[in-house]
């Protein structure tokens, strides 16, 4: 075999960027059972706070946990920052703070040792400016935050009422001022909701800062209690006059209809985004951390066999408190990920000779990309699969084309290419050497051993080229873009499509030449695969 001697050019070529546009989905099924199911997201554990004690009043923004910790001796509010694992005090002064609500950067909590001679205060964590929310010290708690409304419950005896401010203009707004008790005030926009003990039981009101009206959300002879709400859904718990457990309770705000999404066991407190609500959930005897998908209508359980409470749920978080022995406890988070095409896939439930399973990858192949993989070569050649099919844009063309990772390569379906054209094998060998420089060979004639390529500027001889011929020549591999050199120490050649690799010590003919695994080389460079401990491939700079 020969070995290129320097590697010099002026040749570069531009990489395939991958923009993925994927969307993997199930109908919607009963929701009065854990299901299996095939989401659009993932979730992964993203942290773990430091130790503390009788951690209470978890909530979450998209990228920032709150929470009352009490391991300093009094109350005071705790944060977690999700995109550096920062912990940290928003207020550092001394202080007794608890009770924190947190929307985008503003956190917001019930300041004062003497709950009797408390105030709602707060911070900007993005500015650092504090503020107080209530005027004068009195018994307020209960504080709840959307953009710049607060709302919160202001205590009459025994009874409470609710109030609001607004952040920007300092409007504040009396929301009820009656003899009944209102209680856990939520805040989404300009709607406030709340539990109301009105008629003989807990009902559910809300008020809308532009009517400035009060309407009736659910109100019957059970208690309604514990609200949360999205822009669609209210949830909460329905305790009912006949005994029993309590019903968790998903209400349409555009249709008044109501959904049971679980009613067998003891449900505690709620929390809820657009996509999830989450609950305390002691079907086992232990509080543990279930959760309900909105959008695909199916249970699932997130924390089990440990006392979990306390749940938070953001755009791009699940949290909750795990309790220790001891009053002790630690904040634990999940991110919420947008699935991948190369998440493992579970095996089918049915065996299909149409749509092939590799538990070597779990992933399946099917349709015309499980043809194309059959007849020219198959795992010989290609690989296993090491992705699902998923749609991207090709940016050279603007066309939408479906896509196919294997080990060693990458399929692509261009459905308004020709017929026999419409599958071919990815530039991958082009794209990741797009910053890489091989120097051109003269112009020399053909033999049976060796042949040139005006095309690039480069040739194939021996070994190489009698596998590039055998197996399926330009319309699989493509025309060499290197000549042969050491790589890793080995001997390898760079096709647009391909690498060839020579391993001398292979204990048959037929593995003496193999293709390098550029389908796995790519995946890793674009976060899709853990790297190797150490990189071996040399791609990178």
């Given at each position: 075999m020969q070995v290129i001697r320097r590697i010099r050019s002026a040749r570069r070529f531009n990489a395939f960027l991958l923009a993925c546009a994927l969307f993997v989905g199930s109908m919607a099924v009963s929701v009065l059972s854990l299901q299996a199911q095939v989401t659009d997201y993932r979730l992964e554990l993203a942290t773990t706070s430091s130790l503390g004690?009788?951690?209470?009043?978890?909530?979450?923004?998209?990228?920032?946990?709150?929470?009352?910790?009490?391991?300093?001796?009094?109350?005071?509010v705790y944060a977690l920052d999700l995109e550096d694992n920062r912990e940290f005090r928003p207020d550092r002064t001394p202080g007794v703070r608890s009770q924190p609500a947190i929307s985008g950067t503003r956190i917001v909590w019930v300041s004062g040792a003497d709950p009797a001679k408390a105030q709602i205060a707060g911070t900007d964590i993005a500015t650092g400016i504090t503020f107080t929310v209530t005027d004068d010290p009195g018994p307020v708690e209960q504080p709840a935050i959307d953009g710049t409304l607060v709302a919160w419950r202001e205590v009459r005896g025994d009874r409470g009422d609710i109030r609001a401010k607004d952040l920007t203009t300092g409007e504040t707004f009396t929301i009820t001022a009656d003899d009944a008790n209102q209680s856990a005030p939520r805040v989404l926009g300009d709607t406030i909701v709340w539990q109301d003990f009105r008629n003989g039981n807990w009902d559910l009101y809300q008020w809308n800062r532009t009517t400035r009206a009060v309407t009736s959300l659910a109100v019957t002879p059970d208690d309604e209690v514990d609200p949360v709400l999205n822009q669609q859904f209210i949830a909460f718990r329905r305790l009912r006059r006949s005994g029993g457990s309590p019903q968790l309770v998903l209400l349409d705000r555009r249709t008044g209809s109501e959904t049971l999404v679980s009613t067998a066991h003891h449900i505690g407190r709620l929390a809820m985004s657009d996509r999830f609500l989450i609950w305390e959930d002691w079907r086992s005897g232990v509080p543990e951390i279930y959760g309900f998908d909105l959008e695909q209508r199916t249970e699932f359980a997130l924390a089990r066999s440990q006392r979990t409470v306390w749940p938070a749920v953001s755009t791009r978080a699940i949290a909750w408190i795990t309790e220790l022995p001891g009053g002790r406890g630690r904040v634990q988070a999940l991110a919420i990920r947008p699935r991948l095409p190369s998440d493992p896939q579970d095996p089918p439930a049915v065996l299909s000779a149409d749509r092939l399973y590799f538990p070597q990858t779990k992933h399946y192949l099917s349709g015309g990309f499980k043809r194309f993989w059959q007849t020219h070569g198959g795992e010989r050649i290609f690989g296993y699969p090491l992705t699902e099919e998923f749609s991207v844009t090709d940016p050279s063309t603007g066309e939408q084309i479906v896509v196919q990772y294997f080990e060693?390569?990458?399929?692509?379906?261009?459905?308004?290419?020709?017929?026999?054209?419409?599958?071919?094998?990815?530039?991958?060998?082009?794209?990741l050497t797009a910053d890489r420089a091989f120097a051109p060979v003269v112009p020399f004639p053909d033999s049976t051993d060796r042949r040139y390529f005006p095309e690039t500027g480069h040739s194939i001889a021996y070994g190489f080229k009698e596998f590039w011929e055998k197996n399926g020549g330009l319309a699989i591999f493509g025309y060499p873009i290197s000549e042969e050199f050491t790589e890793n120490g080995r001997t390898v050649q760079y096709f647009e499509r391909a690498r060839f690799e020579y391993n001398p010590n292979a204990t048959d003919e037929e593995s003496r030449i193999t293709l390098g695994l550029l389908g796995r080389e790519a995946l890793q460079r674009m976060g899709w695969l853990p790297r190797p401990p150490i990189d071996t491939t040399m791609l990178t700079r």
């Open positions: 004690i009788g951690l209470s009043h978890l909530d979450a923004s998209a990228t920032v946990l709150v929470w009352e910790d009490r391991r300093a001796g009094n109350a005071d060693r390569v990458r399929l692509e379906y261009r459905p308004n290419a020709p017929e026999d054209q419409r599958i071919a094998i990815g530039r991958l060998g082009v794209e």
